[in-house]
């Protein structure tokens, strides 16, 4: 299915030709998202093709470009055929949105050149067959990422953003390159089976592990590696966050599971023991920083770090019991890790697609300047609840099933025999239950201060519904997040050959299972039965419905609202009054914050009171910072800034000058070679 996925590629960079020369073109629009709504389907169909049905895939295949000596080479096995099931599946869902939500784009000719090629370079990395090839097409995501996040470029946050988002970017490669210099050692061999069939030192394998963990976890947004994505996320169009943070995280993922899992040998425990733990302080600070958030962009983005972070934790997890031998237990981790991988980009795509429709029908993404949005927006309402539910885990919906089978794994650490992994597993499982628990609330004031309520602005009281297509993307991903959390042994067993290939084990098979029952690892252990849970809730509420409209009173009564004995403020049928008197989104998360005020928050009350006798309101000024920011990012850009300011002069030097520092690099490279040698 190699060269199928590459004629998919080839089509994308053709239609991206077309937006760059047409982009003006109203019909360009259609042209450009309706043809890669159909080539993603295709590389769809085409990874699900080569997943389920375990065609052999040719050694690699070769085409005449890149290095003279090594060519470009491509190859499908079953980890880069799953990923090109998430990254298609979330292209395809992000160019149906976007055939409706582009006519809303003041300047379209920014983002239609740049958007099949994203989708391109996306395919391009899972199915590179050597390093050569993996770094060129990861830079490639990566640029033409940025140009999609910067296609707002007039305002000054998005600016701001794409810089960061930049620096990290070419950071991340670097750490990577170096990575993967590592692994090929003096020998030079860039091909992955070459790396593969080498026996490194164990030293060499930490390294690299280290690098991997950096290199990738920047891209996917691992604490204290996280700060670019809230700000280049919501920076970018509602389908492009959507792919940034449902589809281009996983193939940062992808990158990790590739180099740790496949190329860098045998794993020490001391591995998993590393990746849990950053895995699970980034699930924890990630949804505290969500709570705190106003703007519904910036909220899903740090939910996508809270996301990467119980991933990541699966995965850690996975690398302790494969170092000790518990390979049965070491599937169940990395299933668990790779389903919740699916899972998010199901909701987190939706949810990204709902924010931006909300945005484009009231023009603001705050949370206290939205309210009462299921009564204009009654179609998109329903997937977005539904996805809502999913994140916060509720069952029967796809995000329970993934999280239960990552606490399931965590249930197993007795059975490792390291002391520090014994102490660790249940601590971070702590963390993780927390994290879950908050995510519930923060997708309680999410979807409650958006949809629910009255109107806190004359904008969220006009608000009208979405396109079509929109509604489609997004209802078409809020029916798989039920599917899939219905019949999760279906994916499960779609996902053995992924953790066969890195392990040689699977979970055991939930074919034929009585109602579709979920057995992780034994029945006398633990099961899950979503379809009873699922038939239960439905019968319950329809019951519960039945009996409030059959017997409930249907007299409206309506009275003054009670104003804490605030005179004036008791009518509700004022508008003005109806905003004053309703909770707050700040006032839901204030004893969060309180909580974590100083420890993660740098959290600052200043509250100004006015003399005596002076009639002027008191004012209440809530500020937070992310620590990580403020210590380290923010001085690290000023610095950069200040040197890219004054290296700005080497632009205006002589020919000659020019010619002796590349000399002088020359011999540096000389020199440096020969030491290695």
């Not at 047409?22 to 590389?43: C, L, P």
């Not at 090109?84 to 239609?112: D, K, M, Q």
């Not at 000054?156 to 993967?180: C, D, H, K, Q, S």
């Amino acid at each position: 299915m190699t060269p199928v996925v590459l004629l998919c590629v080839l089509t994308w960079i053709v239609l991206g030709g077309i937006g760059t020369i047409w982009g003006h073109n109203k019909s360009t629009r259609v042209i450009v998202y309706g043809g890669s709504f159909a080539v993603a389907g295709v590389a769809l169909m085409a990874a699900l093709l080569q997943l389920v049905f375990g065609f052999i895939p040719r050694p690699s295949m070769a085409l005449p470009f890149g290095l003279p000596w090594l060519g470009m080479n491509f190859t499908m096995d079953a980890v880069s055929s799953l990923f090109l099931v998430v990254i298609n599946l979330g292209a395809a869902a992000a160019s149906l949105y976007g055939i409706g939500y582009g006519r809303h784009e003041h300047e379209p000719w920014r983002v239609l050149p740049f958007f099949p090629v994203f989708l391109a370079a996306m395919n391009l990395v899972l199915i590179a067959a050597d390093a050569y090839d993996f770094l060129i097409f990861w830079e490639f995501m990566s640029l033409a990422s940025w140009a999609l996040v910067m296609a707002h470029h007039k305002e000054a946050e998005t600016r701001g953003a794409g810089i960061v988002y930049l620096l990290m970017a070419n950071a991340g490669t670097l750490v990577l390159l170096l990575a993967f210099g590592l692994m090929a050692s003096a020998q030079g061999h860039y091909d992955f089976a070459s790396m593969r069939a080498a026996h490194p030192s164990s030293w060499i394998s930490a390294t690299v592990m280290f690098l991997a963990l950096v290199g990738a976890g920047s891209k996917a947004g691992l604490v204290p590696l996280h700060v670019w994505l809230p700000r280049a996320h919501p920076a970018a169009p509602g389908h492009i966050s959507a792919l940034m943070s449902g589809v281009m995280t996983k193939v940062a993922i992808y990158a990790f599971i590739r180099i740790v899992f496949d190329l860098a040998g045998p794993a020490a425990w001391w591995w998993g023991l590393i990746v849990l733990i950053v895995g699970g302080v980034t699930a924890a600070l990630g949804v505290l920083y969500a709570m705190m958030e106003e703007d519904i962009k910036t909220i899903l983005a740090y939910s996508t770090i809270e996301n990467v972070g119980l991933i990541f934790a699966g995965l850690g997890l996975a690398l302790a019991f494969k170092a000790d031998g518990l390979m049965a237990a070491s599937a169940l981790a990395l299933t668990a890790a790779l389903f919740h991988a699916f899972n998010h980009a199901l909701f987190k795509s939706a949810l990204f697609f709902g924010a931006g429709a909300i945005q484009h029908a009231t023009g603001s993404r705050k949370l206290s300047q939205l309210g009462g949005l299921i009564h204009r927006m009654r179609i998109s309402a329903v997937p977005m609840l539904v996805a809502a539910m999913a994140i916060a885990s509720l069952p029967p919906f796809n995000g329970f099933a993934s999280e239960w089978l990552i606490l399931q794994a965590i249930l197993l650490s007795p059975a490792l025999p390291q002391l520090g992994l014994k102490l660790a597993v249940p601590a971070i499982g702590a963390l993780l239950a927390l994290a879950a628990s908050l995510a519930a609330a923060c997708f309680v004031r999410f979807y409650g201060f958006a949809y629910l309520g009255k109107p806190r602005s004359p904008a969220a009281a006009a608000a009208q519904e979405t396109d079509g297509f929109s509604c489609l993307a997004m209802s078409s991903f809020a029916v798989l997040c039920v599917v899939v959390g219905v019949l999760p042994g279906f994916v499960i067993d779609l996902l053995a050959p992924v953790t066969h290939s890195l392990l040689g084990a699977r979970m055991p098979s939930q074919e034929g299972l009585s109602w579709l029952t979920m057995i992780p690892i034994s029945a006398s252990r633990s099961s899950y039965n979503p379809l009873l849970i699922f038939i239960f809730i439905t019968v319950s509420a329809s019951l519960a419905a039945f009996a409030l409209h059959r017997y409930g009173s249907h007299v409206i009564r309506r009275a003054r609202s009670w104003a804490c004995g605030y005179a004036g403020l008791e009518d509700a049928s004022s508008p003005s009054t109806a905003i004053s008197t309703q909770y707050s989104p700040s006032g839901f998360a204030q004893p969060i914050r309180r909580v974590f005020a100083n420890l993660v928050f740098q959290a600052r009350d200043t509250v100004t009171m006015p003399a005596p006798g002076d009639m002027t309101p008191a004012r209440l000024v809530s500020t937070w910072a992310d620590p990580v920011w403020s210590a380290f990012y923010a001085p690290l850009i000023a610095g950069v800034s200040r040197v890219a300011d004054r290296a700005n002069r080497l632009q205006y030097l002589t020919i000659r000058r020019y010619l002796g520092f590349v000399f002088m690099a020359l011999i540096f490279l000389l020199i440096l070679v020969a030491l290695w040698s």
